[in-house]
């Protein structure tokens, strides 16, 4: 009798599948306003993956469904994380089982200061209700160190006031502290100057260098943060799909031709 093979464990398992992804928003009618239309990546551990396309090509959206967000809705397709299938889980346990989402527009929370908003966020993430402030204070005290951050930033409220700079740092600080296997970073660089770009690919640096087998999924319309960070592998989305995946001459590639000469090529 021929043993049927054992399902792969959660190590052996891709790092994230996204096969087929189908997305509307939440409030679209029936049929109406799918965003994404067959979306289908792949991303392995401790690979930096750029996902570039042009405005409204479907880039955020993607990002909000991997993280589950309420706002939009999965009709077809399947995300599958370290081979578990988590299409149909919520937003919290997503985090928890170690996927970390930097927002485009990080929201500002008035009243909440980054050590507490981490603490919380961290509770969640190690299951432990009662996290120490402590622990997460002397947390913060390290990586403010290893990302050139004044410690009495994490005293601020979040996102309140904050420069686009501060805004990235504090990003990228996130990241450090929820010690994630899956960072999706959504990077409009537009209207972040090359002193922002600089801070999220050293931070990058900083944290895979802890974290080796972190995989990323950076988004990005432009080359620009991509010449301070080389990835592995840079997908192609047009139209809420994802037309070609390759190395980093692709990245070059939209730098002189623009994202046309993909276009052209998905007509012909
Ligand atoms: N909640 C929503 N309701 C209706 N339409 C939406 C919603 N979210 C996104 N869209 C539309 O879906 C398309 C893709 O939007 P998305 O924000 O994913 O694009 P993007 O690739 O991130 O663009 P950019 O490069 O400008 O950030 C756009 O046409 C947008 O207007
Ligand atoms: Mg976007």
Redesign the pocket.
Known sequence: MADSPAPPSPLEAPLLEITDLHVT????TAGD?E?LKGATLAVERGAVHALM????????????ALLGSP??CITAGKIRFQGEDITALPADQRAARGIFLGF?HPEEIPGVNVLNFLRQALAVRKGIPDLSVLEVRMGLMDWTKRLGMDDRFTERYLNEGFSGGEKKRNEILQMAMMEPDLAVL?E?DSGLDIDALRIVAHGIAEVRSARPDLGILL?T?YQRILEHLTPDVVHI?LD?RVVETGGPELAERVEAEGFDSFRKEVAA
């Open positions: 928003p939440a409030d679209a306003g965003i396309g042009p405005n409204g090509s479907g880039k955020s959206t993607l990002a909000n706002d939009y485009q959504d409009t988004i319309h989305l809420g």
